[in-house]
């Protein structure tokens, strides 16, 4: 985004966007954030205040700005409790992609984004080469949350992660392209990087599901990132060029829908894609706006088209108990929250019991979360008391990102409390 045409663009549809903001404040009471700093200039309502009239902030203080508008998790609380409907999210990224044309963006984004992400094959290369040298560099935690933790001072502190998948999901599940079954419908599946490279059964459960319906499946080769890290920094370049790579993989004219089991992903392509497409040329601006009305996460896809359906059976006298955390993608962003609890009713092994506050932010807000970690846990610590308080024995979501973060909560807690994407549980039924 170098261009001052673009930059002036970009300023103009942000002008426009700012006056619809009232001030009302209502946005401080579901702002995650604020409910832990108490500061105004963290909330929506403040930082839209700072933007207003960028352009002369851009030339004052542009990277008091910056660091002003990297203070928030994209969660969309504040957006989706918006009396006057201020499109937040839309605001914010693109005020960042503003400011990352002005200031460039930072050596170490540069070279993650612009040399690995950017590039898939390497990208894919580099981290089924990664799980050789863990054990190297980590040491095994919690073997049921199956956690590691850094051996040496590491720049990602003392975090308990999620350990790499020995083979990814691309491996496992090769490339295919298979007529509709019983259903009569066919749908691109979109793995997206961390269930690829972290949570591999998630895919593989949803493939699962999708067959056991009778949905035929266009899975294309080297799909590449969905671009919400790229654009969550407000570089441009790297989301047009992971968009373009995508969209010409993905023929809307071949499948009916496009589900992926990634509440980021299905956000990031069924609202971010069709906005942030503008320098693409007019052919790809109507595939990703073909692609985008297309969208579904698995179960909402499930659900609406009825494959799933009748009353949930009642469960086992045994049953387990198990709590369910709401992505804010999916609720806050695409309203899907009632059908990951209906393919969780499916099986008679789990009773779900909700945990307060399921739709909490969990805390960690992509980036936000290495460049904020002690707000990150402090926002997290609550959902990891609110999972205990349900008594649960498994804690489902519907977001890998999310269960990143969760982990790295329980473990760190010495919590014994598994975390599942609900399609792991729905798929044991099948």
């Known amino acids: 985004m170098g261009s001052v045409t673009q930059l002036a663009r970009l300023l103009a549809e942000l002008d426009e966007q700012l006056i619809t903001c009232m001030r009302c404040g209502f946005c401080q009471s579901v702002c995650p954030l604020y409910g832990e700093t108490g500061r105004e200039a963290d909330v929506a309502r403040g930082k839209l205040a700072l933007l207003d009239g960028l352009a002369h902030e851009m030339l004052q203080d542009p990277h008091g700005v910056r660091e002003r508008l990297e203070r928030c998790l994209l969660c969309g609380s504040c957006a989706a409790n918006c009396p006057s409907g201020v499109k937040v999210l839309d605001i914010f990224l693109k005020a960042r992609a503003i400011l990352s044309g002005y200031l460039g963006l930072p050596p170490a984004k540069q070279l993650l984004f612009r040399q690995v992400l950017a590039r898939p094959a390497l990208f894919n290369r580099l981290m089924s080469l990664a799980p050789r040298f863990e054990n190297l560099l980590t040491r095994p935690v919690d073997s049921l949350l199956d956690t590691s933790c850094a051996r040496f001072t590491s720049p990602l502190g003392q975090r308990h992660l999620k350990r790499l998948a020995r083979v990814p999901l691309h491996r496992l599940e090769p490339p295919r392209s298979t007529p509709a079954g019983a259903s009569g419908l066919r749908v691109a599946f979109f793995a997206g990087c961390l269930i690829d490279k972290l949570y591999p059964a998630a895919g593989r459960a949803a ?129 899907v929250f009632r059908e ?72 760190q807690a010495g919590r014994r409390v598994a975390v599942k994407h609900y399609l792991e549980i729905y798929a044991d039924t099948l």
Not at 284 to 289: H, L, P, S, V, Y
Not at 367 to 379: A, G, K, M, P
Not at 382 to 411: F, N
């Open 340 to 411: 990951p609890r209906r393919l969780l009713a499916a099986n008679p092994a789990w009773r779900l019991v909700e945990m307060t506050e399921s739709d909490w932010c969990c805390g960690l807000g992509g980036s936000f979360s290495l460049e904020h970690y002690d707000l990150s846990q402090r926002i997290g610590k609550h959902k990891l008391e609110h999972i205990a308080a349900s008594g649960a024995a498994t804690v489902a979501t519907g977001c890998p990102a999310c269960m990143l973060q969760i982990s790295d909560q329980l473990s």
């Open 207 to 335: 493939l699962k599901a999708l067959e056991h319906h009778g949905v035929g499946v266009e899975m294309p080769a080297e799909e590449a990132c969905c671009g919400i890290p790229a654009l969550s920094a407000g570089d441009m370049p790297t989301f047009n060029k992971l968009l373009g790579h995508n969209l010409a993989r993905l023929d809307p004219g071949r499948f009916d829908y496009l589900v992926t089991a990634c509440a980021t992903c299905a956000g990031t392509i069924h609202q971010l894609w069709p906005l942030m497409c503008a320098s693409l040329s007019p052919a790809a601006q109507e595939r990703a706006r073909a692609l985008a009305a297309k969208t579904r996460d698995v179960s909402q896809f499930l659900v609406e088209t009825d494959l799933v359906q009748g009353q949930a059976p009642a469960p086992d006298p045994q049953a387990q108990p198990l709590t369910y955390h709401d992505p804010c993608h999916l609720k806050k962003s695409l309203g």
